[in-house]
């Protein structure tokens, strides 16, 4: 089992910007996945577990950073 990483934000420059980082430090030990959401829409927010593949629907610690 490797490390999975969902990483969202409103901009997706910065989100693949911050992914590259993780995955030039880390290598294959993560994995990580970037999905533009805007957390104050509450209609992006509702499903948005759902709507991803199923491998990464599984999460154990989410952290919310605004």
């Not at 577990?49 to 610690?61: A, C, G, Q, S, Y």
């Amino acid at each position: 089992n490797s490390l999975r990483l969902i990483l969202t934000a409103r901009r997706f420059d910065v989100l693949s910007g911050v992914a590259a980082e993780i995955n030039s430090e880390v290598g294959d030990g993560v994995k990580t996945m970037t999905v533009q959401l805007d957390v104050s829409k509450v209609e992006e927010i509702h499903g948005f577990v759902d709507k991803l593949p199923e491998e990464w629907r599984d999460i154990d610690v989410l952290v919310n950073n605004a």
